[in-house]
């Protein structure tokens, strides 16, 4: 199993850290003027998104399963494939398509308003999350070991397109 990164202390730091590392990547592409660095930024927000909802969906929500309210559960899945669409949309598009700063952009705030459910003080996700018995430390490290795993196949052939779990398309 990977040694775990002493800057994450458990598993809510290491997803905070993902959602702060994210967030930096949405103004960078706001900034960005040319087409090859929006489209190098919309590739690697959209390959961090797809590790990051594939270790919560795969770790972090199943261990809570039971143990906090459902409709926070629930409404973090829908949330996810929501962004998914729209990231499956731009690793299939381009700068030069139509609304493809539009769809970073909508993407941006759905992220946004995702993150603050899960941060937010006091009944927020992670909030109920510790109060919970999980061990937060241990399942810091199973998710660390999945993220190098995915990370890796990202340099590698790629992910695949981020698979909707709860929404159903035509």
Known sequence: MAAAKPEFTDAIALLKADHRKVEDLFEQFEKAKDAARQQKLA??????LKIHTAIE???FYPAFQGKIEDDTLAEAYVEHDGAK???NDIMAGSPDD???AAKVKVLSEEITHH???EEMPSESMFAQCRKTDVDLVA???QM???KEELLAQAEGEGLPAAELRVLHTA
């Open 43 to 48: 590739t690697q927000i959209c390959n961090e």
């Open 57 to 59: 969906e795969e770790i």
């Open 85 to 87: 669409v729209l990231i």
């Open 98 to 100: 139509d609304y493809y």
């Open 115 to 117: 993150v603050k459910e």
């Open 139 to 141: 399942l810091r490290d």
């Open 144 to 146: 660390l070991a999945r």
